[in-house]
């Protein structure tokens, strides 16, 4: 199993910048690829961004994302980044970690989550 804790949301005005972090436990972190989830109101889950698993090689972003979110790990330290930057309102919603694997070049999770962070933009 795998237990993961989300930190770093908060509240931002447009244009700016959150780092979240995604720990997890156990020693065996580097062999789960990772992904980032949110969730707006009303809306469903959708794939943020997701990193391979070792040294993270392979990214994916979705389209929205792109250019202002990066993805990335330290296994060392068992934790996941996502950093976000040029933040708009539409980022708004809770955002989850997630383990899971690739197949081929898509992104699949197992039913391991984190609970959640919430993230604000707004002026």
């Known amino acids: 199993q795998v237990q993961l804790v989300e930190s770093g949301g908060g509240l931002v005005q447009p244009g700016g910048s959150l780092r979240l972090s995604c720990a997890a436990s156990g020693s065996i972190f580097s062999i789960y690829a990772m992904g980032w989830y949110r969730q707006a109101p009303g809306k469903q889950r959708e794939l943020v961004a997701a990193i391979s698993r070792g040294g993270g090689t392979t990214t994916k972003y979705a389209d929205s994302v792109k250019g202002r979110f990066t993805v990335s790990r330290d296994n060392a330290k068992s934790t996941m980044y996502l950093q976000m930057d040029s933040l708009k309102p539409e980022d708004t919603a809770v955002y989850y970690c997630?383990?899971?694997?690739?197949?081929?070049?898509?992104?699949?999770?197992?039913?391991?989550w984190g609970r959640g962070t919430q993230v604000t933009v707004s002026s």
């Open positions: 997630n383990a899971g694997y690739f197949g081929g070049e898509v992104y699949q999770s197992y039913d391991y």
